[in-house]
């Protein structure tokens, strides 16, 4: 599949991940990479007292996932070059408490040849947490392919 005929795609859903565990070592070992010890995330015992009722993941560890998400579940097309350029949208919704699930699902919103050989595409990621109603990320992810 060429970059150009992605076009037919937009709109369509374009991939769902595998599910992803976030337990506990997960958690912490993202804590200890970002410096993040904020209690509702490695402090099992003082989280029991918060609403959630224990520890949550880091919103950033979920966005993190996004990559590996993608990787899983979405056909690369054959490129010379392809780069993260950010997001327009990016919400956390709900929280993903310990011992929870997550896996994404990926629909193109956009594919547009900005040049030559050079396209944008915006894909809207949706972060699924396996047994609740409401998504954990709903984002509006960008980038840039050279073809």
């Known amino acids: 599949m060429q970059l150009s005929d992605m076009q037919a795609q937009v709109g369509q859903n374009i991939g769902t991940s595998r599910w992803f565990d976030i337990d506990q070592d997960r958690i912490d070992r993202f804590g200890d990479v970002t ?6 995330h490695c402090d099992p015992e003082a989280a029991k007292m918060t609403p959630f009722g224990g520890t949550i993941a880091h919103g950033f560890l ?3 996932l996004l990559a590996a998400m993608m990787e899983d579940s979405v056909t690369k097309p054959p490129v010379r070059l392809s780069m993260n350029y950010g997001f327009n949208k990016l919400r956390f919704l709900a929280p993903v408490k310990s011992g929870k699930r997550i896996r994404g699902h990926f629909k193109l919103l956009e594919m547009i040849e900005k040049q030559p050989g050079q396209w944008q595409q915006t894909v809207e990621a949706t972060v699924e947490i396996e047994g609740e109603d409401k998504p954990a990320i709903v984002a509006e992810w960008i980038f840039v392919h050279f073809a």
């Not at 410096?35 to 509702?40: E, G, L, N, V």
């Open 62 to 64: 979920t966005v993190s």
């Open 35 to 40: 410096d993040d010890h904020q209690f509702i």
